[in-house]
């Protein structure tokens, strides 16, 4: 049956890329012989067949110390495991061959190639990011390290790329507080994002929602606690529209400024309000 014949296809090419189907190579997987199972290694590294020299490899490695051979065999590795997407044990391996081999002619590539894994390793900036600050920190060590590094020009975009995740990370928790209504958290937050991230493409709607915030806050506010939150609002305006004149949320803003002037002149004509307001 055709259905057969298909199902068989199949499972004959998933046998092959296992390497159950290659008799050449399950017999080097039980050899003894170090020298012949190493060129082997090599020769399917060299052919990106990297599952079957990280195979050979593991089992060669330890039998290759004190050898020139090990070095290689070491950096080849990691390698197999950063190619097969494996970046937690390829930036460990990589780490690894650095400390093990300080002063290797694959030193600098190692220490790159440990950063680049922690770069690909990172998580989605919705995700927590204790991953993409460990990255970033070894990026700037390799960066400082190898100044003229030919990787420096990649190891700089990787760390751009970081920086971008762990601004929309800081952005989306400010947002979430906006967004929940605690509005106090929300002005304390779009507060520090902007001290961290002034160049940040976020930055105009992070000061408007930090003057939305401070409005909502004030108005919400007990009588008492009002006249301070509304001067804040108003201070907030200010800033807003020195800093962002062509914003597309000034009319909105200028609502919340006339609003908050009003709120104080009304506080004003209450009784005692002053007094109150100094104490």
């Known amino acids: 049956m055709p259905f057969s014949r298909l199902t068989l296809v199949f499972f004959c090419l998933a046998a092959l890329l296992l390497g159950a189907c290659n008799p050449g ?9 170090v020298n012949k199972k190493y060129e082997a290694a ?5 052919a990106g067949d990297y599952f079957r020299a990280g195979t050979l490899l593991e089992d060669l490695i330890p039998l290759l110390k004190g050898r020139p051979e090990a070095e290689k065999a070491q950096f080849y590795f990691a390698n197999t495991n950063f190619k097969q997407r494996n970046y937690v044990l390829g930036a460990y391996y990589f780490k690894q061959f650095t400390d093990t081999y300080p002063n ?4 600098e590539e190692a220490s790159f190639m440990h950063a680049k894994s922690l770069f690909r390793d990172s998580p989605g900036f919705e995700l927590d990011q204790t991953n993409t600050t460990s990255a970033l920190e070894v990026i700037q060590d390799f960066i400082n ?43 304390t937050a779009m507060g520090v994002f902007e001290q961290n ?23 919400e506010s007990i009588e008492s606690k009002q006249r301070e939150r509304f001067l804040d ?28 002037r009003a709120e104080l002149e009304r506080l004003k004509a209450i009784p005692g309000a002053e007094a109150a307001a100094a104490k």
């Open 104 to 107: 290797s002619v694959y030193t």
């Open 197 to 219: 991230y002034p160049a940040s493409p976020f930055i105009d709607q992070a000061d408007f929602l930090r003057l939305s915030a401070q409005y909502a806050w004030a108005k």
């Open 145 to 187: 390290r190898y100044p003229e590094s030919k990787f420096r020009p990649e190891t700089e975009v990787m760390s751009q790329e970081l920086q971008k995740k762990l601004e929309s990370k800081a952005f989306g928790a400010a947002e979430l507080y906006y967004k929940l209504r605690y509005n106090q958290a929300a002005v």
């Open 25 to 33: 190579y399950q017999k080097l997987l039980k050899s003894g012989d």
């Open 233 to 260: 609002a108003v201070a907030f305006y200010q800033h807003y529209i020195d800093t962002f004149p062509q914003s597309k949320s000034l009319k909105l803003a200028q609502v919340m400024y006339d609003d908050s």
């Open 42 to 46: 090599v020769r399917y590294y060299d």
